[in-house]
């Protein structure tokens, strides 16, 4: 049986599928898990927006006693030039308790998606994994709330007094010059920020990673291609290639109901990470669920697949849209900045999956480290943010996972997917390629 429930995944799976029709056309779109080349590697990237030598020295500091954290610093550090004068970024910061290991703390870089804010519960989080992080409000705000750590019940979305622009939804600031969009003050405050754990004497400057979350993942996918000091860079569910999503509320904002021919390729040739992903050759991991709301499968997938660099992507099933979910519930994220910065083990990686013309049965190479895997297909031609996806159990072999049945006639796209389970709790997501198949 197959389901589209994977709360009800099956222990075994018998098929009366009838054999699988010729396919007509195979389109790999990304790696997942998967350390792969850029499908765009012969390309000419683009020409950075900013000035990344200057971005590169360290910014001023300013301690402040806004919205105080227990346990670590707050304070602005200056962002790039807004309207005539230097903008003030708040952030928070910590360093793990104890003496730094030889060489320094190695450190992260966390930027949020969009209506969040700096959150202590995310430094802290990095901090109990041995890391020094900063997390920092990139939309010109203080932080307010009671979300994820925050303290002191302050308004949500409060501005300061140096601040920079805020964001207007997506790319609703278009019309203005390049230096007053929002998204040119995020990257430029990604990249500051970098800088700035560089300068501090308890950080090793050759380990420094950076992640982000929804919008904050699309921030530091572009980040991967125009600063590349960083170490290791983990996008969780935002991504490029944007404009070519199918989901309405992302395509709303692009022709033809929004922005003119030449804002449109500004938007491709300036902000999308697509424009810079060829550019970024340090590890990069990928994470999201595999029917992510907001950033689609497939335009997460051709972003994995563009970037220069050894590029995974991660896929769990159950991983939630969301501030909290994107540090607490990929435990992938920590075992892979880990095996970059501080020499752990590898995540397990999954191979090019193929599906037999005549018996519809899916063999993939692997490496060692699962404990259940399988074939997860879809025979929708919906957008791909409604497709339903079935799934079939795979055998495990020695170094290949073999489906239990075939793939149905109709299947218009599937990928092999596998975990170990371990003391309760799934771990080590890895999944094969992404496997379109022309109807």
């Avoid at 983990?234 to 490029?240: E, K, L, S």
């Avoid at 109901?257 to 991991?285: G, H, I, V």
């Avoid at 063999?363 to 409604?386: H, I, M, P, Q």
Wanted: glycine share 10%; charged share 20%.
């Amino acid at each position: 049986m197959t389901t589209t429930n994977p709360a009800l995944r099956p222990d075994v799976s018998r098929s009366a599928y009838l054999p699988l029709r010729k396919i007509a056309a195979l389109v790999v779109v990304s790696a997942f898990c998967l350390v792969g080349h850029s499908a765009f590697g012969a390309e000419a990237a683009a020409p950075a927006a900013w000035d990344v030598p200057d971005l590169s020295k360290p910014p001023a500091l300013h301690e402040t006693t806004e919205r105080p954290a227990k346990g670590m610093r707050s304070f602005f550090y200056e962002g790039t030039d807004y309207k005539g004068k230097p903008t003030w970024v708040f952030a928070y910061y910590a360093a793990p308790e104890g003496k730094p290991p030889e060489g320094g703390w190695p450190a992260v870089v966390c930027a949020h998606g969009g209506g969040g804010t700096a959150y202590p519960n995310w430094v802290r989080t990095w901090n109990s994994h041995g890391y020094a992080a900063i997390a920092m409000d990139l939309e010109g705000h203080l932080p307010g709330g009671k979300d994820h750590g925050i303290e002191g019940g302050s308004p949500v979305g409060a501005a300061h007094e140096n601040a920079g622009p805020a964001r207007i939804d997506w790319f609703g600031d278009r019309a203005l010059p390049d230096h007053e969009q929002w998204f040119y003050h995020a990257v430029a405050d990604v990249i500051r920020a970098n800088s700035l754990l560089r300068s501090f004497p308890e950080i090793n400057p050759q380990k420094i990673g950076l992640t982000g979350i929804s919008w904050g993942g699309t921030i530091v996918s572009t980040v991967a291609g125009v600063d590349a000091r960083f170490a290791f860079v983990i996008p969780v569910y935002g991504c490029g290639f944007i404009h070519e999503s199918d989901n309405p509320g992302l395509a709303q904002w692009f022709p033809p109901k929004n922005m003119t021919p030449e804002q449109f390729r500004d938007y491709t040739t300036k902000w999308d990470p697509s424009a810079y992903l060829p550019n970024a050759k340090m590890p990069m991991l990928w994470v999201s669920g595999v029917a992510d709301p907001v950033f689609q499968l497939n335009i997460f997938a051709k972003s994995a697949k563009a970037a220069a660099g050894p590029s995974s992507l991660c896929l769990r099933p159950f991983l939630a849209h969301g501030h909290g979910n994107g540090w607490e519930d990929a435990p992938e994220i920590y075992t892979f900045a880990d095996s970059v910065v501080k020499g752990g083990p590898a995540l397990p990686k999954v191979g090019l999956p193929e599906a037999a013309p005549d018996t519809g049965i899916v063999r993939v190479k692997s490496t060692a480290g699962f404990t259940e895997a399988w074939v997860y297909f879809t025979t929708s031609n919906a957008l791909w943010k409604d497709r339903k996806w079935n799934f079939i159990q795979c055998n495990l072999a020695d170094g290949e996972l073999v489906s239990r049945q075939r793939i149905p006639p109709g299947t218009t796209a599937y990928f092999v997917y596998g975990f170990r389970a371990q003391g309760g709790a799934r771990s080590n997501h890895a999944a094969s390629d992404l496997v379109i198949l022309k109807p």
